[in-house]
């Protein structure tokens, strides 16, 4: 098993930035891919960016340029560093863990899951 805990959400102006952060727990080992996905109201949940334990990436055409994931392994973390934020990124961001490349990266499945943290861009 592996736990999630997402932290870092909150109110932001359009432009501002912000940070999430997941701390992993339990049988890290395991894991291939991380993400962040996002569901916003009445939409479908999105997978925002993602990075397997070789630190390849992939972006939602929506944040490239804007949004960079990363994990520091020794201290089992992934962030989302969320730069010129729009009204339209405002979602629960949830973090999420994949034993299978292809689920992650191609399915877009993910079998462990945070509580998610919301994220609110808003003048």
């Known amino acids: 098993q592996v736990q999630l805990v997402e932290s870092g959400g909150g109110l932001v102006q359009p432009g501002g930035s912000l940070t999430l952060s997941c701390a992993a727990s339990g049988s890290i080992f395991s894991i291939n891919t991380m993400g962040w996905l996002r569901q916003a109201p009445g939409k479908q949940r999105e997978l925002v960016a993602a990075?397997?334990?070789?630190?390849?990436?992939k972006y939602a055409d929506s944040v490239k340029g804007r949004f960079t994931i990363s994990r520091d392994n020794a201290k089992n973390i992934l962030y989302l560093q969320m730069n010129s934020l729009k009204p339209e990124d405002t979602a629960v961001y949830y973090c999420?863990?994949?034993?299978?490349?292809?689920?992650?990266?191609?399915?877009?499945?993910?079998?462990?899951w945070g509580q998610g943290t919301q994220v609110t861009v808003s003048s």
């Open positions: 999420a863990a994949e034993e299978n490349y292809y689920r992650a990266m191609v399915l877009k499945a993910f079998h462990y």
């Open positions: 990075i397997t334990s070789g630190s390849s990436t």
